[in-house]
């Protein structure tokens, strides 16, 4: 881990584990005051299917029948720290988990949003035949203003934010190759939550750029943190990962209230 004169950590491609590990991380890390880091971007590519619900989505009467069939469908369900709507993604998706400690991000709301998205555009733009843009399109799951869109017909990209006293965790969930199964678990568990949908919505980059790869994306996203931000590589703090790794229980599981109830032991 960096002293507090190496503030900007790049943790890059690796998941630290199982689903519920790699979304508790960033909320542990979210809840340590006094970090030695003033930013910290982990980027990497998901090591299991995953339905990532929000708080939001608890308040749907199908919540119970949306958790069965994400577990039905081999999916981990979990209540995920940032808001938002419902997503879900496997190995052919990208997740870029951004926590800052600066007091100034706490306040920036839709602007935070908005220069993630012109950042992460630039990005898919440079990946080949992809005509990427920002903005919602009608019937997408998860819906947001600053959703990353392809031809203003798909959405690919997906952020959504979690602000706290000890500063921010902005969340981003690339689709790179959708899986059938991805596919038919998103359709699914919307209905049962009584959201509206449009099946034709969901895509990946894949679906215009057929020989990317998650792992040609993450690469590609790990280059322009490192640069745009002037980032060093580093790793997760391993008490964190090691802390992280005994999460579990409850159908969906609740990573904040997970966090609360556990938090990291003083070292």
């Not at 960096?2 to 909320?27: E, F, Y």
């Not at 369900?77 to 991000?105: E, F, N, Q």
């Not at 939550?193 to 895509?203: E, F």
């Not at 745009?228 to 409850?250: E, F, I, K, N």
Request: hydrophobic residues 40%; contains cysteine; negative net charge.
């Amino acid at each position: 881990m960096p002293t507090a004169t190496n503030t900007r950590l790049l943790v890059t491609t690796g998941s630290a584990g199982p689903s519920i590990t790699d979304l508790v991380i960033p909320a542990l890390l979210l809840r340590t005051p006094g970090a030695p880091w003033q930013q910290l971007v982990h980027i990497y590519v998901p090591a299991g299917p995953t339905v990532a619900f929000s708080g939001r989505d608890l308040r749907s009467p199908g919540i119970a029948e949306a958790t069965a069939l994400a577990r039905e469908a081999g999916f981990a369900p979990v209540v995920r720290s940032p808001g938002g709507r419902m997503v879900a993604y496997d190995g052919g998706a990208v997740v870029i988990d951004h926590l800052d400690s600066t007091t100034d991000i706490r306040h920036a709301g839709s602007a935070t949003f908005a220069a993630n998205a012109e950042s992460h555009v630039r990005v898919l733009r440079g990946l080949g035949d992809v005509d990427a843009r920002i903005g919602e399109v009608e019937g997408e799951y998860c819906p947001g203003e600053y959703s990353i869109n392809v031809a203003g017909v798909t959405k690919v990209v997906g952020s959504a934010q979690r602000v706290t006293s000890t500063g921010s965790l902005f969340s981003t969930v690339v689709q790179v190759a959708v899986s059938d199964r991805v596919r038919a678990v998103i359709t699914d568990v919307s209905r049962a939550l009584r959201y509206d949908l449009r099946q034709s919505s969901i895509a990946g980059l894949a679906d215009y750029e057929p020989a990317l790869t998650a792992a040609e994306v993450a690469a590609a996203f790990v280059a322009d943190y490192r640069d745009r931000l002037d980032m060093t590589d580093g790793q997760l703090p391993p008490a964190v990962v090691a802390h992280a790794s005994q999460a579990g229980g409850g159908s969906p599981f609740h990573v904040d209230d997970w966090t609360r109830a556990n938090p990291l032991p003083d070292r």
